[in-house]
């Protein structure tokens, strides 16, 4: 008997533990709105465009400023979902160590890849930005993720195998962005909300 109430201690203590280094307030729902915003976005692209070829510096002007406005209005969905979220199931929402933790990680990757894709595009080289934008994304997540969710990392993996890929179809570079940021975060935010959220 005490062995299983010393155990049920060392579990409590473990999940204290967790929940005080874990960031916990991340919103499926927000994951899938982020990737039917991408899907409507790449969708507006293709028809802009004609194709899924990206090629000329007018077409890539075009995408990369939809692109940054999609990017804002998806950190600003996720933010607001996470705070909603955390309100609503009591969760630490404050900009503590844990906090802190998590956007470094995942900010550094991405700063590294917006700065080398801005390189590339300031000296016209289009070929790889796509793959870079997607490799860049799935390392952030993957960084991210030690301060979250942990599932979060198979997401960074699906984005980073995406990005390599892309790499060997840069003709693709719509079709693949609509299948890294569209179809991946649809797929895996309902995953998220029927593993971790169902129940609450």
Not at 55 to 72: D, E, F, H, M, Q
């Amino acid at each position: 008997m005490e062995n299983k109430e010393a155990l049920n201690t060392l579990n409590d203590i473990k999940d204290m533990m967790e929940r005080s280094s874990k960031f916990k307030a991340i919103s499926g729902l927000s994951i899938v709105i982020v990737g039917i915003l991408a899907s409507l976005v790449s969708a507006y692209i293709y028809f802009f465009l004609g194709d899924y070829h990206i090629n000329t510096p007018s077409k890539w002007r075009t995408t990369i400023i939809v692109a940054l406005v999609l990017l804002v209005v998806a950190f600003l969905t996720v933010f607001l979902m996470a705070y909603l979220k955390a309100k609503r199931h009591q969760l630490r929402f404050t900009m503590d160590v844990t906090m802190r933790r998590l956007l470094v990680n995942f900010f550094v990757p991405m700063l590294a890849g917006g700065l080398l894709c801005t390189a590339l595009l300031l000296q016209q080289h289009y070929g790889l930005v796509s793959s870079i934008t997607l490799i860049f994304y799935g390392l952030a997540l993957i960084s991210a993720s030690h301060f979250s969710y942990p599932a979060l990392r198979y997401l960074g993996y699906a984005e980073l195998a995406l990005g390599l890929i892309d790499c060997f179809l840069v003709d693709y570079a719509l079709l693949t962005w609509f299948l890294g940021f569209g179809v991946l975060h649809i797929v895996f935010g309902i995953v998220f909300m029927l593993k971790y959220e169902r129940s609450k």
